[in-house]
């Protein structure tokens, strides 16, 4: 990768460097020459290990710990190399300034956004595949499902917030899709209420057929994919306080923001109340048109690179970063 990055320096026209995530940035050469750098670390990677930390019990408490200290020198190394360091969200944004010491000039935000087309409330999709689901209420979660957050979030989801639920709604089903499922994520089928999906050919169908989504994360970073996708196609989210962080939304109006221990009130709630269901999702879809959108989201990117006048390519259909 060194060698091919030099490579590519010579042979083309290059004038600024962009390395999108942590990881990349070891590949950026040291001696750039007088070329504009530009650091998107997405998320703050050392916070995340800092508060698995916290999570774990020794030995990987002390394993993270230290993780947590050698991402934090790396990151703030690589900021002090870069000319802009760039995080996904404000809240993101701040954190570093915080512990970095660096002012808002070089770290500032570019967020995410969402294919308003792509996830759209009357999407043409097929409904899920034959067979899961269920005939009750639909509670739906997406995300990669090797993931340690995603993870822990559907076990406890799974195993605590489930059983209560189905006291009300014995019907209820749980679905978590996504791809390369654990081994941990695979055995909760065996939970009553519980489908695991692995991987699906188009997430759309299990987000429009579902009564509500969840994101109950207990460790999360910047901005929520998920979240975002399931507000686009209108749907009435139950986030939980880490997962919401870094989305500009209103609790109540956008979304329902919920601690663990009153999850299952707050989707119990939009089952019972389908309208106030409706409400919700039809607020959260006019909430992503106005702030998610890509065109408005990958504004400022032009300046950040130094090209005011640049035209940025199109962001493929179905994008989400």
Same mark, same amino acid.
């Given at each position: ?240 306080? !880490? @997962?919401?962080?870094?989305? $500009? *939304?209103?609790? =109540?109006? +956008?979304?329902?923001? &919920?601690?663990? #221990? /009153? ?19 039809? !607020? @959260?879809?006019?909430?992503? $048109? *106005?702030?998610? =959108?890509? +065109?408005?989201?990958? &504004?400022?990117? #032009? /300046? ?18």
């Amino acid at each position: 990768m060194h060698a091919f990055v030099e490579r590519t320096l010579e042979d083309e026209p290059v004038d600024t460097i962009f390395a999108y995530s942590g990881q990349m940035a070891q590949f950026v050469p040291v001696n750039r020459l007088g070329l504009r750098f530009v650091m998107d670390f997405v998320d703050v990677d050392s916070a995340k290990f800092a508060a698995y930390a916290e999570a774990s019990r020794m030995p990987m408490r002390w394993l993270y710990r230290r993780e947590a200290r050698s991402l934090y020198d790396f990151e703030r190394q690589t900021a002090a190399r870069a000319d802009l360091s760039l995080f996904v969200s404000e809240a993101e944004a701040k954190l570093f300034r915080t512990f970095a010491g660096i002012g808002t000039g070089e770290v500032q935000a570019l967020e995410n956004g969402i294919d308003l087309v792509f996830f759209r409330p009357d999407a043409d999709v097929a409904p899920p595949e034959a067979g899961q689901g269920g005939a009750g209420p639909l509670i739906v979660f997406t995300g990669q499902m090797d993931y340690r957050p995603n993870i822990q979030a559907v076990t406890d989801f799974a195993t605590q917030t489930m059983p209560r639920i189905r006291q009300r709604y014995p019907k209820a089903c749980f679905a978590i899709v996504g791809r390369s499922p654990a081994r941990s994520v695979l055995r909760l089928a065996e939970e009553p209420g519980v489908v695991v999906t692995g991987a699906v050919v188009d997430i759309r169908s299990w987000l429009k057929a579902a009564d509500v989504v969840v994101a109950p994360l207990r460790l999360a970073r910047g901005i929520q994919n998920k979240v975002l996708e399931a507000m686009a196609m209108g749907k009435a989210v139950v986030a939980s306080p !880490a @997962a919401f962080e870094g989305i $500009e *939304a209103q609790d =109540g109006r +956008d979304l329902i923001v &919920a601690e663990p #221990a /009153a999850e299952a009130d707050a989707v119990c709630a939009l089952i019972a109340d389908r309208a106030r269901a409706e409400e919700i999702g039809i !607020a @959260a879809r006019a909430l992503v $048109e *106005a702030r998610y =959108g890509w +065109d408005a989201r990958l &504004a400022p990117l #032009a /300046a950040m690179l130094g090209r005011d006048d640049t035209t940025l390519p199109e962001i493929p259909a179905g994008a989400t970063a």
